[in-house]
């Protein structure tokens, strides 16, 4: 992998923590899709269950009934599609539609069977700690943070050393920003910021994904409802990012990322 990749985030939920009920209808994500391809998104990433701390739950076949549509039709428009789900069987139907990216942000924790789901797909290990979003940010809040960019990345080993080895091969890992890291920007701007050498370390590509998180609010003092200066904010973390080695970045704002990427590394 030689140029950096932009993941574009199309949510098909009523509860994401910036664009929650935006896109909840088919149609609209799908729309939506199509509107951050024409931007220069280079992945587009669906998914059908938020995963902030403040989100509900939903069982298999409501992440199925919101997504497998989305996944259809934008894999058919000849998208590159990834499925951001945690669910073996969720899954398992997005890449029977299309997809080709699995976005597991439990690394596997939450669901054991994840690892005999990803067949011929890019599995990208997500870090977390827990076996559900409720025990991530419970342990949170308890304070038991991984401040060290090195503690992720032996965690991370061992989620690719649970995978298949062709699987292993060919995955891509992500520290996980805001998972289970706070909103403190020491502790996640820390983790971004060894973007390089956790990719070095395990010898795979980075995604990092800082686009619109509480940290990213809380470094550059930008208010809740305040979106354009938080995707400002946003860009400015993913250059970081990506001046750091990453190479794929996960963001709200395609347009915005792309016109920075022009401007400052000539992509």
Known sequence: MSAVLVMGVVNVTPDSFSDGGLYLGAEAAVAHGLALLRDGADILDVGGEATNPRAHPVGADEEL????????????????VSIDTT??????????????????????????????????????????????????????????????????????????????????????????LGFGKGADPETNLTLLRHSGDLGARLGRPVV??????????????????DIAALDAASVAASLDAIRAGANVVRVHNVALLRAALALYTNQ
């Open 208 to 225: 990092i994904g800082a686009s619109r998180k509480r940290f990213v609010r809380r470094a550059f003092g930008v208010h809740d409802d």
């Open 65 to 80: 009934r919101r997504t497998l549509p989305v996944v259809t039709q934008l894999a058919a428009a000849g998208a590159t």
């Open 87 to 176: 669910k073996a069987s969720v899954a398992r139907a997005a890449v029977a539609a299309g997809a080709r990216i699995i976005n597991d942000v439990s690394g596997g924790l939450f669901d054991p069977e994840m690892r005999h789901a990803i067949g011929d797909a890019t599995y990208i290990a997500g870090h977390l700690r827990g076996r559900s979003i409720a025990e991530v940010f419970a342990a949170e809040a308890a304070g038991a943070l991984p401040l060290d960019w090195r503690t992720v990345a032996d965690e991370l080993a061992e989620r690719l050393a649970a995978l298949p080895m062709a699987a292993r091969d060919r995955a891509w890992i992500d520290p996980g």
